[in-house]
């Protein structure tokens, strides 16, 4: 009775122990500037990220679509090493159940179609995905939604990625997007001879992100 009482304590002294240690590997850069939906962004990040990321598998229903992007601080230096994170719509405007993850987790939210990338040394990131379809039934336009992770700093979300060819689009949205957070989210397709749309949304580190911390 005694052995199996002693084996049970070192059973749960070791659970203990890789929890904790778990827990160390990595502490979560805060949320700024009023980030909802932010946790998500740390549920399911990958150890290894490359600089090339694909959001859709490559059997996805939709038209291919390739964003590409630099990342830059405030005086417009590229940066490396910052972790875009991107989730989106599949082609009917929605998105796609995510599986593997608590009830309760944000990730859950955004569903599978969803990707990081982090930056090279030349501050360059790219996604490998299709275009979304907008809401169904809504004339919300059809989008991309990004956050930032600035490892050792902080998180936050960013502007949408917006296309310039979509008909839901109105002036006071191109408007504000033209001064959004972390630039200009507003992108114009170009679609090759291959059928693959290419868009651009490239990112200022901070930009209109309220708390954010000055970098030296
Ligand atoms: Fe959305």
């Not at 946790?39 to 090339?52: M, N, R, S, T, Y």
């Not at 982090?118 to 990004?146: C, E, K, M, N, S």
């Not at 600035?150 to 979509?166: A, K, N, Q, S, V």
Request: aromatic fraction near 8%; include cysteine; glycine fraction near 12%.
């Amino acid at each position: 009775m005694v052995q199996a009482m002693r084996k049970v304590s070192r059973w749960f002294a070791v659970v203990f122990a890789a929890l904790a240690l778990s827990s160390m590997t990595r502490a979560r850069e805060p949320i700024i500037g009023a980030g909802e939906g932010c946790e998500a962004v740390f549920e399911g990040l990958p150890d290894e990220i490359p600089a090339v990321s694909r959001i859709a598998p490559s059997d996805e229903t939709g038209a291919p679509m390739i964003i590409s992007g630099v990342v830059t601080d405030a005086r417009g230096e590229p940066v490396p090493g910052i972790i875009v994170y991107a989730y989106q719509t599949n082609a009917k405007g929605i998105y796609p159940p995510l599986g593997g993850f608590a009830r309760g987790s944000a990730a859950l939210r955004h569903g599978r179609l969803r990707s990081w990338a982090r930056t090279d040394a030349q501050g360059r990131y790219q996604f490998l995905t299709i275009r979304p379809g907008a809401y169904p039934g809504t004339d919300i336009p059809q989008h991309v939604h990004f956050h930032v992770l600035e490892p050792g700093r902080c998180t936050y979300y960013i502007d949408d990625l917006l296309f310039d060819d979509d008909p839901h689009l109105t002036p006071l949205q191109r408007r504000q997007l033209l001064t959004g957070r972390g630039g200009n989210g507003l992108a114009v397709p170009t679609r090759n001879s291959a059928g693959v749309w290419h868009v651009t949304r490239d990112i200022v580190l901070g930009a209109r992100v309220d708390g954010y911390p000055p970098r030296r």
